[in-house]
Structure formats: structure tokens, C-alpha cells
T-cell receptor, first 114, second 111 residues
């Protein structure tokens, strides 16, 4: 059972365009939603994260939009650059007692073409 | 570099052999995680340590897998009697407050 569903699987965007990646979850106990960026041969690196008490968070060119009632969240990359070409993973975490383990989506491979 | 480090970065082994991977977390982090990532998938949780105590294990962690974190510092993940299905990237992460910081991973190929 996939707890975090991510789409699209791959995305091609022209330089300067907006990249949008969507995720949906079922577990209402999730309360922390990070996005990770992974380049080939590297480990995932935290990009931006949000908690469900806010509907949007922006850091530079990266924005998370969060819809608690729909149990959906998305990553927007404004003014996409070739250097943004990577695989992006959404994740979710259930806090409180326990390990705080992350549950990841399957990833979106983003290619930004000049 | 004070990030999470993993060794080796790549390991090729024959089916049936034992392998051991090492993770050195960020020094002030007392929480450490192991994840497994297969091609085209996101990382999947394997196990969690708080200091030296292994507090949680995933059902993915079969009895051929064992992890340790002696003295609450570095951690090792051992796979006994490797199978081709064990081929994957093994990622270590450590956590201070909210954020899990990942190492570069060890890519295991079982022939």
C-alpha cells in the first residue's frame, strides 16, 4: 500500500518555466511534509518542508502549496533552470511517539531544457 | 565536511556473500536511520536508532539484515547471505531536530 502518491513520474520543462509536482497522502496522522532533491549518485537533500497549519511556504524559487482537506500538497519551481534537473521526492512523517521515519513518494524526474 | 558519510560508496559482491556498510552521522545527532532505495523508487525505511538503542525495524528488514550502533556514534548495516534482490542503494540519515540529513549512500550490486 503506497501511502504517498506522487505525480508525474517524469517532467520536462523549458528553462524559465514553472515545474509542478503533486503528491497525495491518506494517513491523516502525517504532520510534516518535506521535499527532497536528489542528483544521480548522491543522497537526497532537503529542499523545503511544510506543516499542515499553513497552506503555503515559499523559499526562493521553491514553493509548497498544501491542501489539508484534500490531503494533497505540491511543489512549484519557478523560473526553472537546467541546474534544477534532478529527481524530486515528496515525503511525509507522523510525529509524536515513534521513529519519525519518512514515507517517500516514488519520485519525479525533472529535466529542464535550455 | 561535517555531513553524513557512508563507506563504501559502491560494493559489488557475489550472491551468498556477507557485506557490511558503515555510516558516520553528523556528530551532534543522536538519531540515525537506514533506508533502502531501489531504482525508480523513493527511499524505504529500514531501521532507526536513538543513541545506541535500535528502537524500530521495518518488515523489510529480514533476518539476514542486522544493524548496530555501538556507543551511539557510527552505525553498521550487515547483510548476510546476499541475494540478487538485495541490490539497491542503502542510505543512512541522521536527525537533530526536524530535518533528516542523508549521506551519499552505498550502492550494492549482488551478482
Amino acid at each position: 500500500q503506497q501511502q504517498v502518491k506522487q505525480s508525474p513520474q517524469s517532467l520536462i520543462v523549458q528553462k524559465g518555466g514553472i515545474s509542478i509536482i503533486n503528491c497525495a497522502y491518506e494517513n491523516t496522522a502525517f504532520d510534516y511534509f518535506p521535499w527532497y532533491q536528489q542528483f544521480p549518485g548522491k543522497g537526497p537533500a532537503l529542499l523545503i518542508a511544510i506543516r499542515p497549519d499553513v497552506s503555503e511556504k515559499k523559499e526562493g524559487r521553491f514553493t509548497i502549496s498544501f491542501n489539508k482537506s484534500a490531503k494533497q500538497f505540491s511543489l512549484h519551481i519557478m523560473d526553472s533552470q537546467p541546474g534544477d534537473s534532478a529527481t524530486y521526492f515528496c515525503a511525509a512523517r507522523e510525529s509524536g511517539a515513534g521513529s519519525y521515519q519518512l514515507t517517500f513518494g516514488k519520485g519525479t524526474k525533472l529535466s529542464v531544457i535550455p | 565536511d561535517t555531513g553524513v558519510s557512508q563507506d563504501p560508496r559502491h560494493k559489488i559482491t557475489k550472491r551468498g556473500q556477507n557485506v557490511t556498510f558503515r555510516c558516520d552521522p553528523i556528530s551532534e545527532h543522536n538519531r540515525l536511520y537506514w533506508y533502502r532505495q531501489t531504482l525508480g523508487q523513493g527511499p524505504e525505511f529500514l531501521t532507526y536508532f536513538q543513541n545506541e538503542a535500535q528502537l524500530e525495524k521495518s518488515r523489510l528488514l529480514s533476518d539476514r539484515f542486522s544493524a548496530e550502533r555501538p556507543k551511539g556514534s557510527f552505525s553498521t548495516l550487515e547483510i548476510q547471505r546476499t541475494e540478487q534482490g538485495d541490490s539497491a542503494m542503502y542510505l543512512c540519515a541522521s536527525r537533530g531536530a526536524d530535518t533528516q540529513y542523508f549521506g551519499p549512500g552505498t550502492r550494492l550490486t549482488v551478482l
